[in-house]
């Protein structure tokens, strides 16, 4: 007979407590934060930002797992709601902390503060498949239960805003997870350093949002810069001496002073990469040395030796760098754009050998970004992410499959992107409130399609290109093994199709393939499919005119956002949410849900 998963957690945290390291290890962390805009100069050009006691980035998080995190954010910036959501994390028995505005909470009001309150780490329940082969990180047998495997994870995650598109206007940080004390990662490293990857606009969210949603269409365009840790520079290079034309930056402000990475030669480190980009993405590469990708999406992936890495928004990596060139020079750190015509210069730090000064440009030129369209240099990364070896398996069946076609249409003169011809709109009522209290009268009657038409082109521009609003919630049974095939399709233009990286909220899935052109569920697609050792991710990657096809346990109760991460996409309607057994949430706090409906529900008596 299976555990409730609440039951299961806390089995797992008195099992936990048991162990001394675990006892030791797990605190309580406080955070006060205040969100406001300022002005900063993130690329050299002052611009309204949004930032975290007066810091942009937001100030770093660092814990073990098994840490409680305690964040109480005031929301300073007068005229606009605010929530933060914990990217990675799976937030179980606190799905109300997932910061999800009009899904799993309420946007805090101006003035208002909130606290955020949730556990770093991570409990997988298990089939009867999971049961047998059960394994932790550390490749040893759980001893539990033998109804679930439980881990504490760390990993590389960060944080961002999820209202509208707050992410893009400067609202982010990087999340650290550190192993328990007593336990070890499965690689060696002498030192480490965090690089946190986004893309800058010199027009405001408001304006960009605005036009994204008039009549008729504007484009918000290609970012004005790329950032590294919240620094770049705008119309100049760093490296104009090999830069035909370009003009040599003047670094005055210290607000986007050149990154400098300071390292000893002869050692290894690990560099944390994480993107958290409105639009872009992004490919890594350092001059002259060698990249040994390790972990993805805050799990260990079988280690292999790159040039370069693609990284998507939402991704997140660790990679081993050792200093082993000549020690009397310093190397360029290039980020350039991938998957876009680019528009945008790549962004430049400089990997500073000590004990050379920092302000030693390297006498070498940038590594070169792989032409924006080759995508079988990102698809030769991608396929190459296999799954550590003590990582759990997936079930070897799933109960249900749905099949999500993304398309870009038209409505009412507007342009949208749709997943099985709907658009999502969020509600004025989160979810998680209007599902635990059954406001059925907030949520629409049709059921969301599971499905695509087999005879569907994704070459060509959809037939009929006219679509619908609607609010995309699939419900999930308890305990269900779920796959999810998205689908990649041509645009409205011809000759055009994006990538797309999708991120799930709550959960980590099994990425099982991926594949070119239509789906169709055959023999032929079933043997792409890897069933042996697919990487756990919580972000996928979809290539243009392809499908990518996930697996995941809904074991976590709660209502989960699942969308593409780039924000113009996501607030064109690119999304869907899962609802997994709302009835065994626990308690939610009042003030994560009272609003809309939820609000007046409460107010009449009714109880969360």
Not at 97 to 117: K, L, M, V, W
Not at 214 to 235: A, H, T, V
Not at 399 to 423: A, C, P, Y
Not at 471 to 476: A, H, K, S
């Amino acid at each position: 007979m299976r555990l409730p998963l609440l039951a299961a957690v806390c089995c797992a945290l008195l099992a936990c407590a048991a162990r001394r390291h675990c006892a030791e290890a797990a605190k309580a962390r406080h955070f006060k934060w205040e969100i406001s805009n300022m002005f900063w100069s993130p690329d050299c050009e002052e611009k309204v930002v949004i930032g975290i006691n007066g810091q942009f980035p937001g100030p770093t998080i660092r814990a073990r797992a098994g840490d409680t995190i305690h964040v109480e954010l005031k929301n300073a910036l007068h005229t606009e709601g605010v929530v933060i959501h914990w990217h990675g994390i799976r937030q179980i028995g606190t799905p109300w902390a997932d910061g999800t505005a009009a899904i799993s909470q309420c946007a805090i009001n101006p003035e208002e503060t909130f606290t955020y309150r949730f556990v770093v780490d991570k409990v997988l329940t298990t089939t009867e498949v999971l049961i047998t082969n059960c394994l932790n990180v550390r490749g040893k047998r759980s001893t539990e239960t033998e109804e679930f495997c439980s881990w504490l994870q760390p990993g590389t995650y960060f944080y961002h805003g999820h209202y509208g598109m707050q992410r893009a206007a400067g609202l982010y940080g990087s999340l650290i997870v550190d192993v328990t004390q007593g336990e070890e990662e499965p690689f060696k490293y002498d030192g480490e350093l965090n690089l946190l990857l986004s893309d800058w606009y010199h027009e405001s969210i408001h304006t960009q949002m605005v036009a994204l949603s008039s009549k008729p269409f504007r484009w918000i365009g290609e970012p004005q810069s790329l950032l590294i840790n919240g620094r770049g520079q705008f119309n100049c290079s760093m490296a104009a001496a090999h830069t035909p034309g370009a003009t040599q930056c003047a670094a005055v402000n210290r607000q986007c002073a050149p990154v400098v990475l300071p390292v000893q030669p002869n050692k290894t480190y690990r560099l944390r990469v994480a993107s958290t980009t409105s639009l872009a993405s992004l490919n890594l590469a350092i001059g002259n040395h060698k990249l040994t990708v390790v972990e993805a999406d805050g799990n260990y992936v079988d280690p292999f030796v790159v040039d370069d890495i693609d990284i998507y928004s939402g991704d997140s990596y660790s990679v081993l760098l050792t200093t082993d060139q000549d020690p009397s020079s310093n190397y360029w750190v290039s980020v350039g754009v991938r998957g876009r015509q680019p528009k945008t210069a790549p962004a430049l730090a400089v990997l500073n050998y000590r004990p050379n000064g920092a302000s030693k440009l390297p006498a070498l030129a940038p590594p070169a970004t792989p032409a924006w369209d080759d995508y079988e240099h990102s698809k030769a990364f991608t396929y190459r992410i296999r799954a550590h070896a003590g990582t759990p398996p997936p079930p070897a069946t799933a109960d249900r499959r749905i099949e999500l076609l993304n398309t870009q249409n038209r409505m009412d003169g507007h342009i949208k992107w749709s997943i099985n011809n709907v658009s999502m709109v969020l509600p004025a009522t989160p979810y998680l409130g209007s599902l635990k209290l059954g406001l059925k009268s907030t949520l629409t009657a049709a059921r969301p399609a599971e499905m695509f038409s087999r005879g569907y082109d994704v070459t060509l521009p959809p037939a009929n290109p006219n679509t619908t609003v609607g609010d995309n919630v699939y419900v999930l049974a308890h305990n269900t093994t779920v796959d999810v095939v998205l689908q990649n399709a041509n645009a409205l233009a011809h000759n055009t199709s994006e990538v797309h990286p999708w991120h799930l909220h709550g959960h980590d899935f099994w990425v099982l393939g991926y594949g070119d052109g239509a789906y169709r569920g055959d023999a032929a697609d079933e043997a792409r499919l890897n069933l042996r050792d697919p990487p756990l991710r919580n972000t996928a990657v979809i290539f243009p005119y392809g499908w990518t096809a996930l697996r995941f346990v809904a074991d976590n109760p709660g209502v989960w956002a699942f969308h593409c991460h780039i924000e113009p996409h996501l607030h064109m309607g690119m999304g869907v949410v899962f609802a997994e057994a709302v009835d065994l949430v626990g308690k939610v706090p009042k003030q994560a849900v009272s609003c809309g409906a939820t609000a007046s529900a409460l107010m009449n008596g009714d109880h969360l």
